[in-house]
Structures are given as structure tokens and as C-alpha cells.
T-cell receptor, first 116, second 113 residues
Framework: AQSVTQLDSHVSVSEGTPVLLRCNYSSSYSPSLFWYVQHPNKGLQLLLKYTSAATLVKGINGFEAEFKKSETSFHLTKPSAHMSDAAEYFCVVSVGVGGATNKLIFGTGTLLAVQP | EAGVAQSPRYKIIEKRQSVAFWCNPISGHATLYWYQQILGQGPKLLIQFQNNGVVDDSQLPKDRFSAERLKGVDSTLKIQPAKLEDSAVYLC???????????FGPGTRLTVT
């Protein structure tokens, strides 16, 4: 069965320092993987997606993620954190249902705090 | 382009009462999803519609939850009767048919007392 594991429930960084949010996936075939961000009292927003094209995926707001099949990882990074990056981040895998639709399986989330 | 609309944004009810949530997806999106997000957890899929047909409702507690999408556009999720453990944010999402990319609404925060 497909699943994702987010290795850290909380990450705290200082503004201007790099961000690393870790995610490992489990899938019996080449997966579609996503990172979503959720700011307080707001809906989920897609940061970036991997769908078997380039292994280094660039997203919005300077985030990127690298798909590493050998390590079954899809870690999210950003070179320099901004205060506005403070939010909860979800690693997500897409599972095909009925051959033509998709079901998202969410990780448990990583809460990113950015200190001034 | 208008996003996914949901209402109400907040709802407080007592246990054993009923409640309904409404969702209007992005225009042209054939697939609609309802998720439940309990505090501190990731969203969990409750039900998925393709047009007005149910594709997956394996995680929907059918003794108390129901959902419909009669005309293949907007959808309603109902809980009757509510339990304390139903307190959560209920998220609606939509996507183009065959696309794994889903767009989420702002959610409805339900508190059951």
C-alpha cells in the first residue's frame, strides 16, 4: 500500500537559514508525490508536484524537492527561510483509484516555525 | 479563476444534532472530494465523486455521514447525528478528471460540544 512518512512533526529554523522537511514514501510503483502547505485558518495550497518527469522539482515561494528513488525520499528544501513560511507542510502521495481517478494519502504533517 | 468555495466556515453544534456543509468546486472540475482533518493530523479522504457518481466512499462512516452531488457540480456533506469525535475541519477539493492535482477550499471547522 502507498504511504508517506514525515520524519519530523516540528521543525524550527531562524529566518534566513535553510529549511529541510523530510519525507519518505512507500509505493509499489512510480508514485506521484506532492507537498502542500497549510497556513493557519486557510486551505491547503499546492507547493510542488512530482509526476515522473524531472527528479528535482521547483515549486512556489522558492521551495524545491528532489525525488530519490534509491532512498524512497522526497524531501522539501528552501535555501533561506522567511517569516511567512511558518505553516504546516504535508507530504502527499497519489494513489490511482479505478484506473482513472486519484486519491491523496497525506502524511501527518510538519509544523515549521521560523524564528526572527 | 474562482477557487473552491465552502460554507459555512465555522459551525458549533451539540452532540446528536445534525449539520450540513456545502461545497462548490472549480468550474469544469469533474472530480470532487471531501476530507476530514482532525486537529494535529493530515486530511483523510471521506468520499470522492466523479461527476455525480461515487468513486470511493470506503472511509465514510455511513451510519451517520452522507454526501451527495446531484447535478455533478456542487455537493453537500451531512452528519446526523453528530458525535464529539466528529469535531474537525472538513475540506472540499476538486480536480480535473484524471488529474492527480487537487485544489482545496478553505474548509469548515466543526466543533461538537
Amino acid at each position: 500500500a502507498q504511504s508517506v512518512t514525515q520524519l519530523d512533526s516540528h521543525v524550527s529554523v531562524s529566518e534566513g537559514t535553510p529549511v529541510l522537511l523530510r519525507c519518505n514514501y512507500s509505493s509499489s510503483y512510480s508514485p506521484s508525490l506532492f507537498w502542500y502547505v497549510q497556513h493557519p485558518n486557510k486551505g491547503l495550497q499546492l507547493l510542488l508536484k512530482y509526476t515522473s518527469a524531472a527528479t528535482l522539482v521547483k515549486g512556489i515561494n522558492g521551495f524545491e524537492a528532489e525525488f530519490k528513488k534509491s532512498e524512497t525520499s522526497f524531501h522539501l528544501t528552501k535555501p533561506s527561510a522567511h517569516m511567512s513560511d511558518a505553516a504546516e507542510y504535508f507530504c502527499v502521495v497519489s494513489v490511482g483509484v479505478g484506473g482513472a481517478t486519484n486519491k491523496l494519502i497525506f502524511g501527518t504533517g510538519t509544523l515549521l516555525a521560523v524564528q526572527p | 479563476e474562482a477557487g473552491v468555495a465552502q460554507s459555512p466556515r465555522y459551525k458549533i453544534i451539540e452532540k446528536r444534532q445534525s449539520v450540513a456543509f456545502w461545497c462548490n468546486p472549480i468550474s469544469g472540475h469533474a472530480t470532487l472530494y471531501w476530507y476530514q482533518q482532525i486537529l494535529g493530523q493530515g486530511p483523510k479522504l471521506l468520499i470522492q465523486f466523479q461527476n455525480n457518481g461515487v468513486v470511493d466512499d470506503s472511509q465514510l462512516p455511513k451510519d451517520r455521514f452522507s454526501a451527495e452531488r446531484l447535478k455533478g457540480v456542487d455537493s453537500t456533506l451531512k452528519i446526523q447525528p453528530a458525535k464529539l469525535e466528529d469535531s474537525a475541519v472538513y475540506l472540499c477539493a476538486s480536480s480535473f478528471r484524471n488529474s492527480p492535482e487537487q485544489y482545496f477550499g478553505p474548509g469548515t471547522r466543526l466543533t461538537v460540544t
